[in-house]
């Protein structure tokens, strides 16, 4: 059935790559204007929609960037605020997104912003900063960043791959020209190196482009309403909620963990709804298991934070589960360098005011 769907959208997704490829072209020949800025603009995106890691790998460059004064700016995915906002102790999910708040909740000394417009974005925030992060923005060309992470997800390279709306990829995969650095995340660990060699052979760099290799590494659970430490066990029961693009590695996370898990899945950035939360609390509540706990990850988390949702959730055992990316020992010294030397030689004499 799904073969014969995408046959009846290929001409959608035909027409759809013709308009993107017109697009590129005129942002490639100067048609269309991008605004090259006079500070590190570094972009971390995709070609797909969504499920690559973009969240963890922005947070992994705000400590690698730990010296310099560092601004994280986002579309805000999902917030019901428009324009530019500046993260603050009222912000919420749904002022700024969920994304946006993890990253303030987890980084109170970067700025995080938001705003549908990069450039009037960067605009109001690159006076007071030297790095500018911007979250998800490959496609957004009316910005000329200075460096561009380009992420792929390992699974993605294990079957085909088609244009939107008969697949997922937001633009054809031969964009990965226009990055510097091309990140394969989401690789098991196992990896051989016959299996890289194989994955490098799908892309022609060019001199100055590198390809790494990372993995996910888990955290320790954290409470979400505070209390205990828990930690899963064969015997534990969980009951996962999620609301992201990809929840299959992590459900195979847990359960190498243990066989008892319960899915209550739901598409990305989805706004849980009081009657969602009340049908995962009665499914809890009726289970027979006397090990059992709710585990969700750290973005949804951010989520269920309103009132509306947390009064139902408030005497349950709910953890998140937060997550890093794990760059391969042989990729993690240029990848890190490559960047820092960007930063460094890009660099404008600072007129920052002083602490």
Same mark, same amino acid.
């Given at each position: /059935? @799904?073969?014969?769907?995408?046959?009846?959208?290929?001409?959608?997704?035909?027409? *759809?790559? /013709?308009?993107v /490829?017109?697009?590129?072209?005129?942002?490639?020949?100067?048609?269309?204007? $991008?605004?090259r800025?006079?500070?590190?603009?570094?972009?971390?995106?995709?070609?797909?929609?969504?499920g690559?890691?973009?969240?963890?790998?922005?947070? *992994?460059?705000?400590r690698?960037?730990?010296?310099?004064q560092v %601004?994280?700016?986002?579309?805000?995915?999902?917030?019901?605020t428009?324009?530019?906002?500046?993260a603050? =102790?009222?912000?919420?999910?749904?002022?700024?997104?969920?994304?946006?708040?993890?990253y303030?909740?987890?980084?109170?000394?970067v700025?995080? %912003?938001?705003?549908?417009?990069?450039?009037?974005?960067?605009?109001?925030l690159? %006076?007071?900063h030297?790095?500018?992060?911007?979250? !998800?923005?490959?496609?957004?060309?009316?910005?000329?960043a200075?460096?561009?992470?380009?992420?792929f997800?390992?699974? $993605?390279f294990m079957h085909w791959?088609?244009?939107l709306?008969?697949?997922n990829?937001?633009?054809?995969f031969?964009?990965?020209?226009r990055?510097?650095?091309?990140?394969?995340?989401?690789?098991?660990?196992?990896? $051989?190196?016959?299996?890289?060699?194989?994955? &490098?052979? &799908?892309?022609?760099l060019?001199?100055?482009?590198?390809l $790494?290799?990372?993995?996910?590494?888990?955290?320790e659970?954290?409470?979400?309403f #505070? #209390?205990?430490n828990q930690?899963?066990?064969?015997t534990?029961?969980?009951?996962? @909620?999620?609301?992201i =693009?990809?929840?299959?590695?992590? =459900?195979n996370y847990?359960?190498?963990?243990?066989?008892?898990?319960?899915?209550?899945?739901?598409?990305?950035?989805y706004?849980?709804?009081?009657d969602?939360i009340?049908?995962?609390?009665?499914?809890?509540?009726?289970?027979?298991?006397k090990?059992?706990i709710?585990i969700?990850?750290?973005k949804?988390?951010?989520r269920?934070?309103?009132?509306?949702?947390k009064?139902?959730l408030?005497?349950?055992?709910?953890f998140?589960?937060?997550i890093?990316?794990?760059? =391969?020992?042989? !990729?993690?010294?240029?990848?890190?360098q490559?960047i820092?030397? *960007?930063v460094?030689?890009t660099?404008?004499?600072?007129?920052?005011?002083? %602490?």
């Amino acid at each position: /059935m @799904l073969r014969y769907l995408r046959l009846l959208l290929f001409p959608f997704a035909l027409l *759809y790559g /013709m308009v993107v /490829m017109l697009r590129n072209k005129l942002y490639d020949w100067g048609i269309f204007k $991008s605004v090259r800025f006079d500070l590190p603009v570094i972009c971390i995106g995709n070609v797909v929609v969504g499920g690559t890691g973009k969240t963890p790998t922005t947070e *992994y460059l705000v400590r690698l960037l730990a010296d310099y004064q560092v %601004a994280i700016l986002s579309r805000g995915y999902g917030r019901k605020t428009k324009g530019f906002v500046l993260a603050d =102790a009222h912000a919420t999910a749904e002022t700024i997104g969920d994304e946006p708040l993890q990253y303030h909740q987890k980084f109170p000394h970067v700025t995080v %912003a938001v705003c549908e417009d990069r450039v009037k974005g960067i605009n109001q925030l690159k %006076a007071n900063h030297e790095v500018i992060l911007l979250d !998800d923005a490959f496609q957004h060309r009316a910005v000329k960043a200075g460096f561009n992470i380009l992420l792929f997800d390992f699974a $993605s390279f294990m079957h085909w791959q088609f244009l939107l709306p008969m697949g997922n990829l937001r633009e054809p995969f031969n964009a990965y020209r226009r990055a510097d650095a091309l990140l394969i995340t989401k690789v098991p660990v196992a990896i $051989s190196q016959e299996v890289k060699e194989e994955i &490098g052979k &799908g892309f022609l760099l060019h001199d100055q482009q590198t390809l $790494s290799f990372a993995s996910i590494k888990y955290g320790e659970l954290v409470p979400l309403f #505070g #209390g205990e430490n828990q930690s899963v066990r064969a015997t534990t029961t969980v009951f996962l @909620l999620t609301g992201i =693009a990809n929840p299959v590695p992590l =459900a195979n996370y847990l359960k190498s963990q243990t066989p008892n898990l319960v899915a209550f899945e739901f598409p990305d950035h989805y706004h849980f709804s009081q009657d969602d939360i009340r049908q995962l609390v009665k499914a809890f509540g009726e289970h027979s298991s006397k090990e059992k706990i709710i585990i969700t990850t750290e973005k949804d988390s951010k989520r269920l934070l309103g009132d509306n949702l947390k009064d139902l959730l408030l005497n349950l055992p709910i953890f998140y589960l937060p997550i890093q990316i794990d760059l =391969a020992v042989t !990729d993690k010294q240029t990848f890190d360098q490559n960047i820092l030397d *960007y930063v460094a030689r890009t660099k404008r004499v600072s007129n920052l005011p002083q %602490a």
